[in-house]
């Protein structure tokens, strides 16, 4: 730029500046007024008067067109309700993006008609076009949402479903079947039905519609709608509480029921018509299918003893891991837990375990045992669930699963608190523990007080209890009873001692590529009979992996265990306990294999180098094989009988 150019430029700034500041028209000031704390509540009442007003007008104008349209068979049914949707939010001073799911229900009506038109049944179509639509145990909702969210309750899902049905022109085909009495986790519940000549198809749980309930329509919605918000006659004892998954009755005191399950999302289940019906069964908290195909395995479980089952062995579900979760040092002082990305089974599977163990929880007929076990149950499993849902993106149920966990274990430990173990009913519960829940008991140690129940019951258990040792290697994997845990171990013979270290061991082997196996570190201030123990494991360490991992020869893994015994000051009582645990193993193995009879000599050349008595029942039984000049099933169960 030249010189001339740019004086001309700063000469035209300078100017502007002096004329907007002396030369310029001012517009007349207009003097602040300040909300006072008088004003301002009388402002939003009328604001939420205004509102109201303008809604209750909005509402009555569509349903009186709704009901025109409906007399005349031009019922836009899902128009209807994502208008209806639309006032019902603007009512409650939220924003909602009709715009949006009228679109979305658009492409769905579209690709609906289209699969009609190719002959298709409701039954295999509505499936076909919903099949990403989720299912969400949360109750009432709108069926906006369900189109915006990509999931929804049973209102939402079945309004969704029938709705569609109805405006392709297929009115006959579909109904609503709403179960006006709770079921057993305290909710009712909604089904679109697919008609064909007597059959009705619950679409939802892709079977026969169960018997029962009060059948709906679709159109009949508009009068639902009605009555819900004063426009139409109210139906006596109508149903109360949100519709679909809604009519939620109160919880007991102490129960693990969430209590946040989003109580004020609107339904309109005081519209249906009322009845005594019960919908068999329980209803998951997530699904990643809400409509399903015919015949398609769901997680409505129909048999309330099943679903009792279902939560008695959460702990198969959660592993041990979860009591001392691996880390991964990213930095100086900072460690972080990985975790897995969920799949959508697990996922389904976490939530159903949810739903059951809260089930049982809040029964009238479970003991304190069923009771006290659930809690811990949900302790455990309410965190995991409330990780995976997070990672999966489903911040609502990961909310709800974590204020699950929550009050569990504020009802749980209160529950553990309040027994007195020395008493009858004391000694009844813990025998209830030991018997029913063997192997599953650990999973108390996720309730404070729970180490030292689980400790006491499991050293009070009988020695051929199989949840013996389950109970002893979480305790032993648990940081705050581990000591303890290793002492009360350390009593045990070597052979008992390395079958816990089995347990261990195996903790992380379903969480590679982060761990294979249990590291153990031995815990502060350790006594001689600790250090020991974990001097043990760390040799029996080496020969798992071998085994397992590595899967290495026999003779490379026993000669091994004997160079790495003796150089831990293992005497030969503890190799004879570890030689005895992969010959067991190890057999079991090449049983199965054409040339599984070679690992026979590396075996009975270990027992040779290794004189203790105990080996005595594996020499006879090795002597055996040797004998019959092949290692397969029969062989090897004849074997083992000769102990």
Not at 598 to 627: F, H, M, W
Request: proline share 6%.
């Amino acid at each position: 730029m030249s010189r001339r150019a740019l004086c001309t430029v700063i000469l035209s700034v300078l100017g502007h500046g002096l004329f907007l500041h002396f030369g310029a028209p001012r517009a007349r000031e207009v003097p602040r007024t300040i909300a006072s704390p008088a004003t301002s509540p009388l402002a939003s009442a009328a604001e939420a008067l205004a509102r109201s007003e303008r809604t209750r007008e909005a509402r009555r104008k569509l349903v009186e067109a709704a009901r025109i349209d409906r007399r005349n068979g031009r019922l836009a049914l899902g128009r209807f309700l994502l208008e209806a949707n639309r006032i019902d939010a603007e009512e409650a001073g939220e924003e909602l993006d009709v715009a949006e799911a009228l679109t979305r229900y658009e492409d769905r009506l579209a690709r609906l008609r289209e699969a009609l038109r190719e002959g298709e049944p409701v039954s295999l179509a509505v499936p076909w076009v919903f099949e990403d639509i989720k299912y969400y145990g949360q109750p009432g909702g709108r069926m906006a949402d369900a189109l915006l969210d990509g999931g929804g309750s049973c209102e939402q899902v079945a309004q969704l479903v029938v709705a569609s049905v109805f405006d392709a022109g297929r009115p006959a085909e579909v109904a609503l079947r709403f179960y006006g009495k709770p079921m057993a986790d305290g909710v009712t519940h909604l089904a679109p039905i697919a008609i064909r000549g007597k059959e009705e198809h619950d679409l939802m749980a892709g079977t026969p519609a169960a018997k029962g309930g009060s059948r709906l329509a679709p159109d009949e919605l508009v009068e639902v709608y009605a009555r819900v918000h004063g426009l139409a006659p109210p139906i006596a004892a109508a149903a109360s509480g949100g519709g679909g998954d809604a009519g939620k009755e109160a919880a007991p005191a102490d129960s693990a029921e969430p209590s946040n399950a989003a109580p004020s999302r609107s339904s309109l289940a005081a519209g249906f018509p009322p009845n005594a019906d019960v919908y068999p069964g329980s209803l998951p908290l997530y699904a990643v299918r809400a409509v399903k195909q015919p015949g398609e395995v769901g997680d409505v479980l129909e048999d309330p003893s099943f679903a009792a089952e279902g939560a008695r062995n959460c702990a198969y579900f959660l592993r041990m891991a979860s009591l001392s979760p691996p880390t991964i040092d990213v930095e100086q002082g900072v460690a972080l837990e990985p975790f897995p990305t969920p799949r959508p089974q697990r996922l389904e599977r976490e939530a159903l375990l949810l739903r059951v163990a809260q089930d049982l929880a809040n029964s009238r007929q479970a003991d304190e045992a069923d009771r006290l076990m659930s809690l811990a149950c949900l302790t455990a499993l309410g965190e995991v669930a409330g990780t995976d849902f997070t990672l999966a993106g489903e911040r609502r149920l990961a909310h709800s699963a974590v204020a699950t966990s929550k009050q569990a274990r504020e009802a749980g430990e209160k529950a553990l608190a309040a027994i007195r173990w020395s008493s009858e009913d004391g000694a009844r519960i813990a025998k209830r523990i030991e018997v029913e829940y063997a192997g599953r008991s650990w999973v108390l140690l996720f309730l404070k007080g729970g180490g030292d129940v689980v400790l006491d019951l499991t050293l009070r258990a009988p020695r051929e209890s199989w949840g013996r040792v389950n109970a002893l290697g979480a305790l032993v994997l648990f940081p705050d009873t581990r000591a303890r845990a290793i002492e009360a171990t350390a009593t045990l013979s070597p052979r008992d001692q390395v079958d816990v270290m089995h347990e261990v061991f195996h903790a992380h082997d379903h969480l590679r590529p982060w761990a294979t196996n249990f590291d153990l570190e031995p815990p502060p201030n350790a006594s001689p009979s600790v250090l020991r123990f974990v001097r043990a494991y760390r040799v029996f360490r080496g020969v798992a992996f071998r085994l397992w991992e590595g899967q290495r020869e026999a003779g490379e893994t026993l000669a091994a265990l004997r160079k790495e015994a003796r150089a831990a000051g293992l005497d030969a009582t503890w190799e004879a306990a570890m030689i005895d645990y992969h010959a067991r193993n190890v057999l079991g193995l090449y049983a199965q294999r054409p040339a599984g009879f070679e690992v026979v000599a590396a075996l009975v050349e270990a027992t040779r180098g290794n004189p203790d008595p105990s080996l005595d029942p594996l020499r006879k039984q090795l002597a055996y094989i040797e004998a019959e000049g092949r290692l397969d099933a029969r062989t090897l169960a004849d074997a083992f009988r000769m102990r």
